[in-house]
Nanobody
Framework: VQLQASGGGLVQAGGSLRLSCAASGRTFNSYAMGWFRQAPGKDREFVATITRSGVMKYYADSVKGRFTISRDNAKKVYLQMNSLKPEDTAVYYC????????????????????WGQGTKVTVSS
């Protein structure tokens, strides 16, 4: 599967952005989809994941209540980001894994075999 992330940009603190990730291929529903981010000088970190079925969603504590992950039948996964903070500034990556709903190690980059190119989000204070 190939992934293409988009939707990043510059926003003021307290604002919102919606990231999109378009997936190619005919087996989109076979993949759990995740978002990670990497700030300058820091490791890539988990943000959110939605399982294959779309039933289960997992979030990093730092974004719970502010970010929402979703997916649709058009082979897209979204990350709605509200109440953005300067510390949310990073390059955001979408990723895919074939892990089933109950067996994924969602928080670890090694779980995900496929990655998009990243989209930059900058939150000004």
């Amino acid at each position: 599967v190939q992934l293409q992330a988009s939707g990043g940009g510059l926003v003021q603190a307290g604002g919102s952005l919606r990231l999109s990730c378009a997936a190619s291929g005919r087996t989109f529903n076979s993949y759990a989809m995740g978002w990670f981010r990497q700030a300058p000088g820091k490791d890539r970190e988990f943000v959110a994941t939605i399982t294959r079925s779309g039933v289960m969603k997992y979030y990093a504590d730092s974004v719970k209540g502010r970010f929402t992950i979703s997916r649709d039948n058009a082979k897209k996964v979204y990350l709605q980001m509200n109440s953005l903070k300067p510390e949310d500034t990073a390059v955001y990556y979408c990723a895919a894994t074939r892990a089933s709903d109950y067996t994924g190690s969602w928080y670890y980059t090694d779980e995900y075999a496929y990655w998009g190119q990243g989209t930059k989000v900058t939150v000004s204070s």
